[in-house]
């Protein structure tokens, strides 16, 4: 004992090395539990306030090319809002006329991105609305382009967002065209590919929307497009390279699905099972 | 001695609020000038290898509390830095602003790729993705951090000096 204590003193610099690579490692194959998620929400509520300030002194010097933009973009959208309503009106005149369930239906939270990970290929940012404004975990979170990710934590004002483009996130989703479902995947969140099946037909500019079927995302919300089509390493499928529609380097106005995932009635097991 | 952490401290916040505020704003092509590292570096080649380890982990591990999956990440990857950044201490061995630049350039090299590594293992796959990553990536943004430093140190030596007089 006493000639290790010794050789730790002797050889301070490399025995902090190696402790501190040694907890690093340890956190790296650990799962996410209940003490990360404190120390997460500690963090983000800490460096919360300082951001947000500077954020909105950014803010302010494009706000007048902003505010021009939105109004034009108010006019259009107000056009086309009257036509969809009318479509809107005759379909569910429809539906009811041929005895189809109600569709879900959902309010969409509007909300700004106010912190982004400080690594440069960020995969989460921090948004700015919470409980208070009806926020939970595991809501969609999408722009006008497509889907952007899922809440992953939830505090009185803010809220984490997980980008489809962390690792850890896998979505189910389908061809537009064909509804063919693969799972959307990435490893260092810039390549997003889908596995299908060799016969699945799949073509160059497909567009790729989520299937439902995660329990999360609803059906239909864009993803992305079809990029490129190579043979896999398995050769009962193949690998469908993916361009996301949502420009994750300039995230900056979002909106919270605000819907329960499909298996909401498990969550608490769920969570259990996740801390365990 | 308490004075020089609380200085270091409020230093590594302001970057930290900067990086993820306004400093997207001055991406080109999605690129941006990394100040925690640089600030970081100049703390190791300050204070030496013991504060480098240390900073270097903590400083890891609360840009890690913002990632939701990778936690571990960016504290062994700072930490690792700080190791070697801290050799170049300058109570030790002095070093010019050619060489100061190289060694943060080499710094940037070891930094991703132990970060995007441990991604890559973490995740199960080849890590030949990253040698292409590492000309892609890590070097543009080295460089523009090191045009960076350099405005901030010009300013330090040259034109703040002229102002006071």
């Not at chain 1, 006008?144 to 505090?155: A, E, F, L, N, S």
């Not at chain 2, 300050?46 to 380890?53: A, D, E, L, T, W």
């Not at chain 2, 990857?77 to 190791?83: C, D, R």
Request: hydrophobic share 45%; net charge positive.
């Amino acid at each position: 004992m006493y000639w290790i204590i010794q050789f730790i003193i002797r050889h301070k610099d490399v025995s902090s090395l190696f402790l501190t690579v040694f907890l690093s490692l340890l956190m790296l194959t650990a799962n996410t539990g209940r003490q990360q998620k404190i120390a997460r929400s500690l963090t983000v509520s800490i460096f919360y306030p300082f951001q947000f300030t500077a954020h909105q002194a950014t803010r302010i010097k494009n706000i007048f090319a902003e505010n021009k933009k939105l109004k034009e973009e108010i006019t259009n959208l107000s056009t086309k809002y009257a036509l969809l309503e009318e479509v809107a009106a005759e379909n569910k005149r429809l539906r009811g006329l041929l005895g189809f369930e109600k569709k879900i239906s959902y309010t969409l939270l509007p909300a700004r991105a106010v912190v982004r990970e400080p690594s440069y290929i960020y995969r989460s940012i921090v948004i700015s609305i919470g409980k208070k404004q009806g926020v939970s975990k595991y809501m969609p979170v999408v722009n006008k382009d497509g889907v952007i990710g899922k809440i992953t934590q939830v505090m009185q004002n803010i809220s984490l967002v997980q980008l489809v483009r962390d690792p850890s996130e896998r979505i189910s989703v389908m061809i537009k065209k064909n509804h063919e479902v693969g799972i959307l995947e990435t490893i260092d969140s810039k390549n997003f590919f889908v596995q299908y099946r060799k016969h699945a037909e799949v073509n160059n500019g497909d567009t790729i929307v989520t299937s439902g079927l995660g329990g999360i995302y609803p059906k239909g919300l864009n993803v992305g497009i079809v990029t490129g089509i190579k043979d896999s390493d398995d050769p009962l499928f193949k690998d469908v390279s993916i361009k996301p529609c949502v420009d994750f380097e300039h995230i900056e106005e979002v909106f919270v699905m605000q819907l329960d995932p499909q298996w909401a009635a498990f969550l608490s097991e769920l969570d259990s099972i996740n801390i365990e | 001695m308490g004075e020089t952490i609380l200085k270091w401290l409020a230093a590594f916040i302001v970057c930290l609020i900067l990086q993820t505020t306004l400093i997207p704003s001055i991406a080109i092509f999605s690129i941006q000038p990394d100040l925690i590292i640089m600030v970081f570096a100049f703390m190791c080649m300050r204070h030496g290898v013991m504060p480098g380890i240390f900073i270097g982990f903590f400083l890891g591990l609360s840009l890690d509390l913002y990632s939701p999956s990778m936690l571990g990440q960016n504290a062994l990857a700072k930490t690792v830095i700080g190791f070697f950044l801290g050799f170049f201490n300058e109570k030790v061995m002095r070093t010019d602003t050619i060489m100061k630049i190289i060694i943060l350039l080499i710094s940037f090299f070891i930094h991703d790729i132990i970060f995007f590594g441990a991604e890559l293992i973490k995740n199960g796959s080849s890590i030949i993705p990253l040698i292409p990553d590492l000309f892609t990536r890590t070097l543009p943004r080295a460089v523009y951090t090191i045009i960076v430093t350099f405005i901030v140190i010009l300013w330090n030596t040259t034109i703040k000096p002229n102002l006071k007089r």
